[in-house]
């Protein structure tokens, strides 16, 4: 089908939604804690995106992808269709908070409801400290924090409403422990992990968890070019994308 964009729905989306539903429900193939819940997912053309929406799709749910890759977001919803999990691809930049509030509201019009948010979006920069630009500071925050902040800043309001939702933030053993050479990626993920703290606090009670996720080097095409010594070599992207899954079905903060 052809990439749905965010001021254009119709009933067929209901429509598909019921009958992938119905052949996953039916298939005995699948595990259906999320049966019912859609979740989206920020980033989703490759790598921890990518992976996260084959779990959860395994674990039941409807799959809202969100990229700026047309082609590879397509190739990723036809392997959750597969599944039999019901998924609709949207075009964002998640550093754009108009692309990614408009992403949102087209999710909503088609599924009705959010319950987890996964904001996976991000870049990544290695670079020593003293030769960065601060036009490539900026770019990296523009993606990496404030492109999540656009994510959450989207969803927050209705899962607010509803009382119940996941937000679940991709952050990174950077965020905890800078390495050098990675100076502004990892400002930018102490700042991600700085900011989930508080929110995490703040929504106790609302009824919106708020998690983080933390991966090590993970095996995904931002790091290909990267050489990790064999004692620590880079992770699959599936541990990380089952780690967000417990992440919601278990309403962990880490």
Excluded at 136 to 156: D, H, P, S
Aim: charged share 20%; glycine share 8%; with cysteine.
């Amino acid at each position: 089908r052809a990439l749905r964009r965010f001021d254009h729905w119709t009933h067929v989306c209901y429509t598909q939604r019921r009958e992938q539903n119905g052949a996953m429900k039916g298939s005995g193939k699948m595990k259906t804690r999320m049966n019912g819940k859609t979740v989206l997912i920020t980033g989703a053309s490759s790598g921890i995106g990518r992976a996260a929406a084959l779990a959860f799709a395994r674990q039941g749910a409807s799959l809202a992808l969100v990229a700026r890759n047309a082609e590879r977001l397509q190739a990723v919803a036809e392997e959750v269709r597969a599944l039999g999990a019901a998924a609709e691809p949207y075009l964002a930049d998640t550093s754009d908070q108009a692309q990614i509030e408009a992403a949102v509201q087209s999710a909503l019009a088609c599924f009705g409801r959010l319950d987890a948010a996964l904001c996976n979006a991000g870049i990544y920069l290695r670079c020593p400290a003293k030769d960065l630009s601060m036009a490539q500071i900026r770019a990296i925050m523009e993606t990496n924090f404030f492109g999540t902040l656009n994510t959450v800043y989207a969803v927050l309001p209705h899962m607010l409403a509803q009382r119940a939702g996941s937000i679940v933030i991709t952050s990174s053993m950077d965020g905890k422990k800078g390495v050098p050479p990675d100076a502004a990626y990892a400002a930018t993920k102490f700042a991600l992990n700085g900011f989930q703290q508080v929110l995490r606090q703040e929504l106790r009670g609302s009824g919106v968890h708020v998690g983080a996720i933390f991966p090590s080097r993970t095996d995904t095409p931002q790091i290909a070019h990267v050489d990790c010594p064999g004692i620590t070599p880079k992770a699959d992207p599936s541990r990380v994308a089952n780690a967000m899954v417990k992440c919601v079905l278990k309403r962990k903060k880490e």
